[in-house]
């Protein structure tokens, strides 16, 4: 982790000197050693503090996008083009794939500083500074969980979720964390109509988690930020993976590993299968 750190903060002074970005978004220490934040470095003076370690987990494509986002901010001139740099770990780069195919951001945009696990990701970094293993035991754990799910009956798995959502404060943290919610009014922001009534009680709950899971279907790139950051620890991972291996087994499409690929639910045709509905 020591030599990615380094390597990290060699590539962001030369990217700063030779003025080929603006802005360069990475990690830096918190309010102690075990804590990282993420960071927004415009000065070469400011590079020593970047940090790469094992909690540096923030999936920083969500800074990009969204109304306050780097690339795509309404409170930014139009003619004020912000060159970005990015420290981007295997979720972030297949995150950025996902912009792009979205039309969210060009390629040409943004300078990745690129750290891989040798998963498939649909994108290539300017330059790579690290490489870490891939948590395979995480993956494991998720579909094992999935299974014992699955071996429950409808309404046994029916009352499980609807315990785990009944712990949501509904604080949209797990919003907030996700690259793919950059919608600048979230369906729970309307009033006129109200959609989705905004008091924590098991309806609202409901309603907010299952709409928010499904706007993410064929999205999602697993990088389990929404479930990291839930001050409650509700399960998310759990419903954003079995629903991303039911695209794969309908469409045989993964997001994030294929910039030219159109997303599975962005596209209609006639021989599309449609057995799964029910």
């Known amino acids: 982790m020591q ?13 700063l000197e030779e003025q080929v970005v603006d802005v360069i978004v990475g990690y ?3 309010w102690d050693d075990d804590v990282v934040t993420p960071c927004f470095v415009r000065d070469e003076s400011e590079v020593e ?3 790469f370690n094992e909690q540096c987990t923030h ?9 306050e986002g780097l690339l795509t901010s309404r409170l930014r001139r139009t003619d004020e083009k912000v060159r970005v740099g990015l420290v981007a770990r295997p979720g972030t780069l297949r995150a950025i794939v ?9 390629r040409e945009d943004v300078v990745i500083l690129g750290i891989v696990d040798g998963t498939p990701v649909g994108i290539e970094p300017d330059v790579t500074v690290g490489r870490i293993e891939e948590d395979v035991e995480k993956e494991e754990r998720i579909r094992a969980r999935i ?17 785990e959502f009944a712990k949501c404060i509904r604080c949209y943290a797990c919003r907030q964390a996700c690259p793919f919610c950059y919608c600048e009014r979230c369906i729970v922001d309307e009033n006129q109509p109200q959609w989705i009534g ?33 001050p409650m620890d509700i399960p998310l991972s759990l419903i954003n ?38």
């Open 147 to 163: 299974q014992e799910l699955e071996q429950m009956s409808p309404s046994e798995r029916w009352a499980w979720w609807e315990r």
């Open 28 to 30: 830096e220490r918190g």
């Open 98 to 106: 996902g912009l792009i195919q979205e039309r969210q951001i060009k």
């Open 241 to 278: 993976t079995r629903l991303a291996s039911r695209v794969e087994e309908a469409f045989e499409y993964v997001a994030g590993r294929d910039v030219e690929a159109s997303p599975a639910l962005n596209a209609f045709q006639a021989g599309d299968p449609d057995a799964f509905i029910k």
């Open 198 to 230: 905004r008091s924590p009680s098991n309806k609202n709950n409901r309603s907010w988690n299952a709409i928010r899971a499904l706007h993410l279907v064929g999205r999602c790139i697993g990088c389990g930020e929404c479930e990291r950051v839930c």
């Open 49 to 51: 503090g970047m940090v």
């Open 59 to 67: 999936n920083l494509a969500n800074y990009l996008v969204g109304r």
């Open 3 to 15: 030599e990615i750190s380094e390597k990290i903060r060699q590539e962001a002074r030369r990217l």
